[in-house]
């Protein structure tokens, strides 16, 4: 039989055994959570099974969708709204780049080729835009507006690294985000929608560096 001491000891070693792994699975799922939401700003810190979610929320409401993405999350016990609010500065709005345009042919050979020298660019494994792409994303919403009578779909993709799930959502996610930024500067929210596809429709073989960076890409479709 085993003393006092030594099964105590025990207790404590195996509980400190069990809580390592539930803390990186809710932490994992929390920052699932996170990215599905679109929350780029926040972030967790993590006591066994609570949650802390932390950062610079850009409205109560976003905070309070953080906090309810995380807490639906298995395992996660308690979630705690440790985040600030601060709202974003206010954005110039886009203007036309041209006339509008009727056609929608024409309005998605303009998409085409503002794409053509550049795709839109993420911070690697997020969904928050880099700041280097914004420039395009600032031309391609000017040319929105010439676009006005159509609807444009904007679509996610990614290469086929990593899990399947988690790409999809990634791709959704950094769709959103681009429809975000677009919408705060002037295009009409229901003028563009996002949706992610994840690896499903490659554009060059994943088998290299070159055609993965190819196929981690924003589409904008054009119709009626």
């Known amino acids: 039989m085993w003393g006092g001491g030594a099964a105590a000891l025990y207790c404590i070693l195996a509980l400190s055994f ?106 690697t494994g997020k969904a928050d835009l880099a700041s280097a792409g914004l420039p395009l994303l600032d031309q391609i919403g000017a040319a929105l507006l010439r676009c006005a009578s159509f609807m444009i779909r904007i679509v996610g993709h990614t290469d086929n690294t990593g899990d399947e799930n988690v790409n999809i959502r990634l791709s959704e996610a950094r769709a959103e985000a681009v429809v975000r930024y677009l919408t705060d500067k002037g295009v009409s929210a229901g003028q563009v929608s996002a949706v992610g596809l994840g690896a499903a429709a490659p554009v060059a073989s994943n088998d290299t560096d070159a055609g993965r960076s190819q196929n981690r890409r924003i589409e904008f479709r054009v119709s009626q």
Not at 70 to 84: D, H, L, N, S
């Open 18 to 123: 069990f809580v390592g792994p539930v803390s990186n699975i809710v932490a994992d799922k929390a920052d699932d959570a996170l990215l599905v939401e679109g929350a780029a700003w926040a972030d967790i810190e993590i006591n066994g099974r609570d949650v802390s979610v932390i950062g610079a929320a850009p409205s109560a409401e976003a905070g309070q969708r953080a906090v309810d993405a995380v807490g639906a999350k298995w395992g996660v016990r308690v979630v705690r709204a440790k985040y600030t609010i601060e709202p974003p500065p206010k954005v110039d709005a886009f203007v036309p780049s041209g006339p509008p345009i009727t056609d929608a042919i024409a309005c998605q050979s303009l998409m085409d080729g503002l794409l053509s020298d550049g795709g839109i660019q993420f911070e």
